[in-house]
């Protein structure tokens, strides 16, 4: 039976127990009156601990010993919990998180959760996030949801109020994710990328300025199609200008397929009951068999640092951890085997001002992608296409999309690859 509460009246305590594992909705579907519940509530509770895949409340800064802190990476506000060493990495592909919920590799005794107010069926939407939402419920001993009214409705992935043993009603914006503003350089890295997405296309990005600025130069594509992980505010300019239609996609014709909805209420308002757009699990937006039935993928990904090899670090810069694997190498090695597609991984030339160089002799951090993945780099100064080249090619390829100021040292490196042959 399903217990309904006000907000106001939430007391954790009877759905928790000492020592429980919970797994909270991520990014813009992140339960923001639970999570506050649990701040409030949990040390009291006793020995709880928390898995969020990403965070932008701003809640999760890892300063309260109500739960322990765990996640896939340091993205969002988690690089607070992570900069106080408050934060526990669990290093995996956004395609791995439900299996490995589902398998109780990664434990979850409770489900904290946001949906939509429900359908005449007592269906709720998952609202603005359905990744492992699903695989969380189905391995959880107790699902608490957060009902908001101010949560579009959106088609795709729903839960039966039966499902649900603690529905807590609220009112209050969703979490919002404003566009960011590109530099020139973001803009110049989106210039070499554009190029690479002709008419018919199918993108795959992520946030942030580059991605934000790479849409903007689309404007003269036809029939774009899109399925990606996360989607912003830049798919409601494409699409209302008619660039994105999902007419040529071999799968899903006419709806853009995501897995999370990350933007502002233009975005939601956009998707609520918009049956061109569909929330699915990551088990179907990441999953190598659907995404090679894709012809013309092209993906787009971020790094902090890339090596004269073609490694690419996406996760810690020295002592620092920044980033995460994410969906990264799920989508590199997609666009890379789609037909007439190809996976781009985009980062500035530099770091620090200036003073450091992203294009490096060897990584500081893990390797999130490996060199035998990898097909193009772009950074300010090109593109460079690394698949199929070797490593002293490579070498000479990153060298000339390098900042000016390092090339003469990397090519140092390089001259030793080109002599001992690796």
């Known amino acids: 039976m399903t217990v309904i509460c006000p907000a106001g009246e939430l007391d954790l305590s009877r759905f928790l127990r000492r020592g429980d594992r919970i797994v909270a909705g991520q990014a813009c579907g992140e339960p923001s009156t639970l999570l506050e519940a649990l701040l409030e ?54 395609s791995r998180i439900g299996p490995m919920l589902e398998d109780r590799t990664l434990g979850c005794d409770v489900a904290f959760v946001q949906v939509s107010p429900a359908d005449g069926e007592g269906r709720h939407s998952l609202g603005l996030i359905s990744d492992h939402v699903r695989a ?15 949560v579009p409705y959106t088609f795709g992935e729903s839960l ?43 993108v795959q990005v992520g946030i942030g300025a580059v991605p934000d600025a790479l849409l903007r130069l689309l404007g003269d594509r036809t029939d774009l199609g899109v399925h990606s992980g996360m989607i912003g505010d830049g798919l409601v300019d494409l699409v209302e200008a008619g660039v994105v239609t999902n007419a040529r996609k071999e799968i ?23 049956p061109a757009v569909r929330m699915r699990a990551a088990a179907y937006t990441h999953d190598a068999a659907v995404l090679g039935r894709l012809t013309n993928l092209v993906t787009l990904n971020s790094a902090l640092e890339v090596d004269l090899s073609g490694q690419v670090n996406a996760e810690q810069s020295g002592s620092s951890y920044l980033g995460g694997t994410g969906g990264q190498v799920d989508f590199v090695r997609a666009g890379a085997r789609s037909p007439g597609g190809r996976a781009l991984i985009a980062l500035p030339a530099t770091a620090k001002g200036g003073t450091l160089s992203r294009i490096t002799a060897a990584l500081s951090g893990p390797v999130t992608t490996a060199r035998t993945d990898v097909d193009v780099i772009v950074t300010e100064f090109g593109a460079a296409e690394l698949r199929g080249r070797t490593l002293a090619e490579r070498a000479r390829r990153l060298i000339e999309i390098a900042h000016p100021d390092f090339r003469e040292t990397l090519s140092r490196t390089a001259h030793e690859i080109e002599r001992r042959g690796y």
């Open 41 to 94: 509530q949990g040390e009291k509770i006793g020995e709880l601990s928390l898995f969020i895949a990403t965070s932008f409340s701003g809640l999760l800064t890892g300063e309260s010993d109500a739960f322990a802190l765990s996640s896939m990476g340091a993205i969002g506000a988690l690089r607070t919990a992570a900069r106080a060493h408050r934060l526990r990495v669990v290093p995996c592909h956004v």
């Open 136 to 150: 969380a419920v189905h391995a959880a001993r107790t699902v608490v949801a957060e009902v908001n009214d101010r």
């Open 160 to 202: 039966h109020v039966s499902e649900i043993d603690c529905l807590v009603t609220v009112s209050r914006p969703p979490i919002q994710v404003p566009a960011a503003v590109p530099s020139p350089v973001d803009t110049a890295i989106a210039a070499h990328a554009a190029p690479y997405i002709g008419d018919g296309a199918v």
């Open 252 to 274: 899903d014709a006419g709806v853009s397929i995501t897995g999370a909805l990350i933007g502002t209420d233009r975005l939601y308002r956009f998707a609520d009951r918009n």
